[in-house]
């Protein structure tokens, strides 16, 4: 963790922080290249590194030795380039007419998705020039890709212009986070036909989830994300991936309640003991989801219990329902001397997994992650590469 001497005064009295340890999303990242055996292994930055920061992730993957990286959208790119010169960018999202220099000027790797995109991508390089691209295609998502089908013929059509050069065919599991699912073996059989239909070129279909079931699925190269970031990838077992992320909200005030009192929003909290309160500074603003409540939202009907904050060595119910800003625990079971108004509440970190409280909200980590907003003061803890 870092030394207080590290850390700014914005970040020291921010109502909202997060610390994130670069050194254990490089780790994470060792860690898949490991299990993924012969194949080489990306990194998927989407969505500003899944929340996280696209540049400072970026540059601390490229540094670790990552040289294939995966985007969503070409404005990532472009960014990510700067932290990562000599990279293989790939842009998920394809390209569409009137962006095909934004793609050419920054050496982005567009994934054509489709047919249109194919027509496209086919005239752009005709009057530009060779420039590489990747196929994705669909072996069963019913998501983004061209038809098994189409992509077969494709592979075999003779006339298609010699400036039309993939350098990777893709596809993606849509039930890899379930090993059990029938459905894996299904798309990889499919995959196989793609991957010896374009025979020399790189074939990728294991996600973090795909990675984890085994040489069969790796192929050339794999792509992990959410496990970079310390998230489940494959539900029911023990995540094996370093936590990477802590989440933390300043206590505002601490104040008494008594029994048959209620809390925050509907009253739909009503106290069963005289209790103390923490009102912490985050909410579903910050993306600490209202499903997350205590209290007076339809998931806890279903009997699973609200999210649970971190202090002072107590894990602590939010109770009653969280707000735009504010969230409630109940710290009754903790020493009175132990906490004070400014102290801080951990949300998710070393003690409260990240995926623990996804499932509190009826999530997964990815929306815990990705949805974090923008008033989060941040502290990067630096590796030792």
Known sequence: MPQFSDLTDAFLSAPLRLTVDLQAIADNWREMARRSG?????????????????????????????????VAVPSEGETLRIYAPEARIFVLSGIWPGVEHFFFDNDLVPVITSEEQLAFWMAAVSEHGDHPCALHVDTGFNRLGLPLADALVLADDVSRPASFSPVLVMSHLACSDDPASPMNQQQLQAFRQVSEAFEGIDSSLAASAGTF????????????????????????????MRPVVKAEARILQIRDAKAGETVSYGGTCTLSRDSRLAIASVGYADGYLRNLSGHGVALRETGIAGAQGFIAGHKVPVVGR??????????????????????????????????????????????????????????????EI
């Open 38 to 70: 012969k194949a080489r292994t990306a990194a998927v930055l989407k969505a500003d590194a899944y929340g996280l920061g696209i540049e400072d992730v970026g540059e601390t993957l490229y540094m670790a030795g990552a040289r294939d990286f995966f």
């Open 213 to 240: 079931l085994g040489p069969d699925y790796h192929f050339d190269l794999t792509r992990p994300g959410i496990a970079l970031y310390g998230g489940e990838a494959v539900y029911g077992v023990n995540n094996p």
């Open 322 to 383: 969280v707000t735009m800003d504010l969230t409630v625990f109940d710290i009754t079971d903790v020493p009175n001397t132990a906490i004070a108004a400014g102290d801080y509440i951990e949300l998710f970190g070393s003690n409260i997994r990240l995926d623990d409280v996804a499932r509190a909200a009826g999530t997964i980590g990815y929306e815990m992650l990705t949805g974090l907003g923008l008033r989060y003061e941040r502290h990067y803890i630096p590796t």
